[in-house]
């Protein structure tokens, strides 16, 4: 049963249109962050670190995990209370159901659902560095590992973490206003703190990054230092990975 | 399979005593709840559906207790609810298939057969690849027939199924009950007389959440037989001096005029014509008997 709620989560995600346009939103901004040179951070810094390279593909993921807030509560949030929003909970309730089938195939599909879509963001990135206008002598051959493994170790924990907990909220208050909110609280709060943080010009840099639930400081704390070489070559290890994990 | 309810009772946080100590059996065949809007007829079937929990009092499906084994209810039961809404973009062939898998038909085989018997026999085959968001009323009140069918319930549950149809898509609706109803418990909550005069041998009308008649329509009819007398009046104001003269039944327009139809022993005088009782007499009577005791208690 656990895999009849899986499946079908996925085929109604398959025919909804809002997945397609999730999906875009990350081939055109990873498209952007590549293929313009003054959309992306990356493009707009220093000259010499590679466009599609371990550093920049770190960054991008982190933005793509901030702004993709939302669409991971938009996914999470409305599998739960789908139900209820239109109205078949009386029937499906009514059918002998275990909520771990329930909740464990609309989350685990939920949770692919997402990740294919936010794979969006790599394919886009492919298709920057083919595009004729970019800044060619900015884009090395691209490398599979170099767009999976901070693909891996970052968007995907997040969509775990945050998904994850979007999810259990929805399913505690049965409102897909909460999830918003709670999404978009969780995005203003970041943004007004990094904000503020940045601009006290603070030298102070340990705390700041491990209480970083983004890692956008932390992800500076490590890489401040790096040469245009290492940022160029070095893939994050899996510090990231295990410092959202621990939110 | 027998529905045994006994003492149930139910108050909604915002103060609405939806069911007042409520005891009621129900046997095989297809039994008709009657009441108006607002009676508790859907408190009564949520609660036997599963949905809702009583605040006192107990249901027993053959000395089951509902209540405290809802997955054991739900593997026999059909319900049809008051209202439902589809997902989009699903036929209803793949949501049939879908919620037969949550009824635990886990053979394909035996889904797929099962599946199409049911479109066939509520008349949507043709239709069954489309999207249930595109459906008419009637076809997605056949859709929720058949999906209260799946896995070859014994108790189905349909609440008001027939609000709100066509009288041609009510006449299929009925029909297609009448046929299921020979061998397993069909309870069926209405608001509309004739569903259940056309279809139950037996019934119970509610009122305020609490019981006012049980039994067969019939042994009802036959109470009044011969008390029942009606009367044409043309204007408003013979209407209203009828009103304080006479224990009023029910008052129906004709072609303008009023019919009023009178219960009392013998007849009420000049210009009354003795008629048939009808089911919507016991319906009637029965709730203003109640309203009736009800402002004679706040009075004392």
């Not at chain 1, 206003?177 to 703190?193: H, L, S």
């Amino acid at each position: 049963m656990f895999w009849e709620f899986f499946t079908f989560e996925l085929k109604f995600r398959l025919k909804s249109i809002s997945t397609y346009v999730y999906f875009f939103v990350w081939v055109a901004f990873n498209f952007l962050n590549v293929a313009s040179e003054s959309f992306g951070p990356i493009g707009n810094a220093n000259g010499k670190i590679l466009l599609n390279g371990p550093y920049a593909n770190a960054v991008y993921n982190t933005g793509v995990c901030l702004f993709g807030l939302i669409i991971i509560a938009a996914i999470f949030g409305t599998s739960i209370l789908r139900d209820f929003q239109r109205d078949t909970y009386q029937i499906i309730f009514t059918k002998p159901i275990s909520k771990f089938a329930y909740l464990g195939g609309r989350w685990a599909g939920s949770l692919v659902t997402t990740v294919v879509v936010f794979s969006g963001s790599m394919l886009g990135e492919f298709l920057g560095t083919l595009a004729p206008w970019a800044d060619h002598s900015r884009i090395a051959p691209n490398h599979l590992w170099w767009y999976l493994q901070p693909f891996l170790s970052i968007t995907v924990v997040q969509i775990f973490f945050l998904g994850s907990l979007f999810f259990a909220v929805a399913a505690l208050t049965r409102k897909i206003f909460v999830v918003y909110v709670q999404g978009a609280t969780f995005f203003m709060v970041y943004v007004i703190g990094i904000t503020v943080f940045s601009a006290t010009r603070s030298l102070e840099r340990f705390w700041s990054g491990i209480f970083d639930p983004v890692d956008f400081v932390l992800l500076d704390d490590i890489t401040r230092y790096w040469t245009v070489v290492e940022q160029n070559t070095l893939l994050l290890s899996c510090l990231l990975t295990l410092h959202l994990a621990s939110f | 399979m027998a529905v045994t309810i006994s003492g149930l009772s139910k108050t909604y946080p915002n103060g609405v005593q939806a069911l007042k100590n409520l005891t009621l059996t129900v046997g095989n065949n297809m039994f008709g709840l009657l009441g108006p809007n607002g009676a508790g007829k859907s408190t009564l079937m949520r609660t036997v559906a599963t949905l809702q929990d009583p605040d006192s009092g107990t249901v027993h499906l053959d000395g089951l207790d509902v209540v405290a084994n809802k997955n054991e209810v739900r593997k026999v039961l059909g319900y049809l609810p008051q209202e439902f809404g589809v997902y989009p973009k699903i036929s209803a062939s793949d949501m049939l298939h879908h919620l037969a898998l949550m009824k635990g038909i886990t053979s394909k085989g035996e889904r797929k057969e099962m599946v199409d018997a049911l479109l066939q026999q509520t008349n949507l085959w043709s239709v069954r690849k489309k999207a249930l968001s595109t459906y008419s009323g009637g076809m997605k009140q056949r859709f929720g027939i058949a999906q209260a069918l799946l896995g070859n319930p014994r108790l189905i549950i349909v609440d008001e199924p027939t609000a709100g149809l066509d009288p041609a898509e009510r006449n299929r609706f009925l029909n297609l009950l009448s046929s299921i109803g020979r061998d397993v418990t069909v309870v069926l909550s209405t608001h509309i007389v004739d569903d259940v005069r056309e279809l139950c041998p037996r019934m119970a009308i509610i009122g305020n959440g609490e019981l006012l008649v049980e039994g067969a329509p019939s042994d009802a009819l036959a109470a009044l037989n011969g008390k029942i007398w009606s009367k044409i009046v043309s204007t408003d104001e013979e209407l209203r001096a009828m009103d304080s003269e006479f224990r009023i039944v029910s008052t129906h327009l004709i072609g303008g005029k009023h019919e009023v139809r009178v219960f009392e022993d013998a007849s009420p005088g000049a210009g009354f014509q003795p008629v048939e009782s009808d089911l919507e007499d016991v319906y009637f009577l029965n709730l203003s008997r109640q309203s009736g005791s009800q402002t004679a208690k706040a009075q004392a």
